[in-house]
């Protein structure tokens, strides 16, 4: 982990209410691991004082991105920023996921929204290719499917308005797989919560390993303040760890959800 | 820094290279921070609040963004007193500065205990007492809001240890002079003020809470003048240095509360937006005596000039 103040390359609008913004930041870049995030502050942001966390979505060479949908004050904010803009940010920042070494599981990637950005790097960097399933509330809200096909994955879309891909929740493409088989297949998921508890749940059902990259509201992000934390079982019972430090990535099995 | 410049403080026996430290659970057990600098800079490293067992914390959420500041309601989460001396004092007890260990209990035994066990580690800086955590309900807050009970804790502890004791002050009290005084009888080498202060948010949408504990502490710059006037009305009551803490964002912040009365101050809430702070203020103190001539960061503490003191009387 490091505190940079970083430049940005560029800060444009992707879709609909989503942007990717580009800095160049030499010392993070080259640490990013995939799953990390980079916790950024944004300027003039005054009264709110918070940095906000982002996943980190590409790396390269001495730059790297994040894909974000401006939601609030900060995401607003940080979207009105132009390019050779500044900020400070802390990264890279917990621990990711396990990638697929050669001769091991074929993942399968499961996101909602732009829990996309999170499992690109992952896509990127996993020795097997596997099936990417994504899922939106609508055509907008399916980001970056052309990088993923790029990087010769199968793109699997489920919009619950049905304008694009099947019409539903990503599980339902994601259930469809796993009835074909389950033989040497891990899940991967990023994505709102709800979605996450879903996958960890048909994960049980068909006993295939699963890792998510849990969506918890964030303060310091280096694992002082105890803000983040989820429920996760221990040999003795359970205990809160910290999604900015033990996680964001768990295993799905070590979730304990009744407390989440 | 100028060699001629002495930044140095003493709180009893504890003594710091320089007025600035860390306000107990915006800094984990050091070892976070450690990540991004030398904590061996600061004047001393303050840790989360432990108490004898370990402890889960509360529901979420945690904590809420609110204007100029955050609420938390975190609950205490921590390892246990075995738990602190076997995960986190190896590293700690090999740092240059000294370590101000936050304690707590659900009763006067459980402070003196804590304390008794933390004495025998060998080589900590001091023990801060918690008694003003307003997000537990078996403890912590009651001890500081009754001028008995805290009289008590505080001489309990004193038995307990011969480590400098801190007693860290509740906000919430109609005057803190009559508290400040009880603590410095009992035994009580310094005082942290403030903690937090009590307080709440609520989402409109969801007519629930922001807080999953409902209400939490209230931290950050927006409680600074607080914070500022009760470490005034403190450093009028007692002898023994103050610790001043409360939003401190800058050197100048750092400075107000040092003209207040504190010898020393803690940094909190930034720590959690901009981990250097304690550094920059560490290095503006310096520039501030330079530009003013002031050979001494002792001259500053209680330098406030004010024409009517009528503001100190009981």
């Known amino acids: 982990m490091v505190e940079q103040t970083v430049r940005i390359i560029s800060n444009e609008r992707d879709a609909d209410l989503y942007f990717r913004l ?12 995939p799953g990390q995030f ?39 904010a940080l979207s009105r920023m132009g390019v050779a803009g500044e900020l400070s940010v802390i990264g890279p920042l917990g621990r990711g ?70 019409k539903g929740l990503v599980t339902q493409p994601l259930l469809a797989a796993l009835r074909k088989g389950t033989s040497g297949r891990k899940l991967f998921a990023c994505g709102p919560t709800p979605m996450l508890r879903a996958v960890a749940g048909i994960a049980a059902e068909f006993e295939v390993p699963a890792e998510l990259s849990m969506d918890e509201q964030m303060c310091c992000g280096i694992g002082a303040c105890l803000t983040c934390v989820v429920p996760i079982k221990t040999d003795s019972g359970w205990e809160y760890q910290r999604t900015c430090t033990e996680g964001p990535v768990f295993e799905s099995s070590r979730v304990l959800w009744e407390k989440a | 820094m100028d060699a001629k410049m002495n930044l140095s403080v003493a709180i009893g026996k504890l003594k710091m290279q320089n007025p600035v430290t860390v306000a107990s659970g915006t800094f984990g057990y050091g070892v976070e921070y450690a990540q991004l600098f030398d904590l061996n800079q600061l004047g001393a490293v303050v840790v989360k609040g432990i108490r004898l067992q370990p402890v889960a914390g509360n529901r979420k959420p945690r904590t809420v963004e609110v204007s100029s500041g955050m609420l938390n309601a975190i609950g205490l989460q921590g390892p246990g007193v ?35 066990r933390l004495d025998g580690l060998g080589g900590v800086g001091a023990l801060e007492l918690n008694v003003s955590c307003p997000n537990i309900k078996e403890g912590g807050a009651q001890f500081g809001t009754d001028v008995t009970l805290l009289s008590r804790v505080v001489a309990a502890c004193r038995k307990a240890t011969t480590l400098p004791l801190i007693t860290k002050m509740s906000p919430n009290v109609p005057s803190i002079k009559p508290y400040a005084r009880a603590a410095e009888e009992s035994g009580s080498d310094g005082l942290s003020i403030t903690n937090s202060i009590p307080a709440m948010a609520i989402d409109i949408e969801t007519r629930r809470p922001r807080l999953g504990n409902v209400t939490g502490g209230l931290t950050g710059p927006c409680i600074k003048p607080i914070a500022l006037k009760l470490v005034w009305e403190a450093a009028s009551a007692v002898k023994i240095p103050i610790i001043g803490m409360g939003g401190i964002q800058n050197a100048a912040d750092a400075i107000e509360f040092m003209m207040a009365g504190a010898t020393a101050v803690a940094i909190g809430t930034a720590n959690f ?27 500053i503490v209680g330098a406030l000039r004010v024409e009517d003191s009528s503001g100190h009387q009981d």
């Not at chain 1, 580009?22 to 691991?33: G, M």
């Not at chain 1, 590409?58 to 894909?67: E, P």
């Not at chain 1, 499917?145 to 699997?156: K, T």
């Open chain 2, 82 to 116: 075995e738990g602190f001396i076997r995960k986190y004092w190896p590293f700690l007890k090999e740092l240059k500065v000294p370590t101000i260990i936050n304690i707590w209990g659900a009763s006067i035994e459980e402070y003196a205990e804590v304390a008794r």
């Open chain 1, 38 to 76: 980079a916790h950024l502050r944004i300027p003039g942001l005054q009264p709110a004082l918070l940095r906000r966390p982002f996943s980190i979505f590409q790396v390269q060479g001495d730059t790297f991105s994040v894909l974000y949908k401006t939601v609030g004050k900060g995401t607003e």
């Open chain 2, 273 to 299: 937006y901009e981990p250097q702070t304690a550094l920059q203020v560490i290095a503006g103190i310096g520039d501030f005596m330079r530009r003013q001539g002031i050979r001494d960061a002792r001259e």
């Open chain 1, 97 to 166: 996921f396990t990638v697929p070494r050669p001769g091991g599981e074929t993942p399968l990637l499961v996101a909602g929204g732009y829990g996309m950005a999170a499992l690109y790097l992952l896509a990127q960097r996993s020795a097997q290719k596997g099936i990417v399933f994504v899922g939106g509330r609508r055509r907008a809200d399916i980001l970056c499917e052309a990088e993923f096909r790029a990087l010769g994955w199968e793109v699997r879309v489920a919009t619950e308005d049905g304008g694009a891909g099947e």
């Open chain 1, 22 to 33: 580009v800095v160049e930041a030499s010392r993070i870049a080259p640490l990013v691991q």
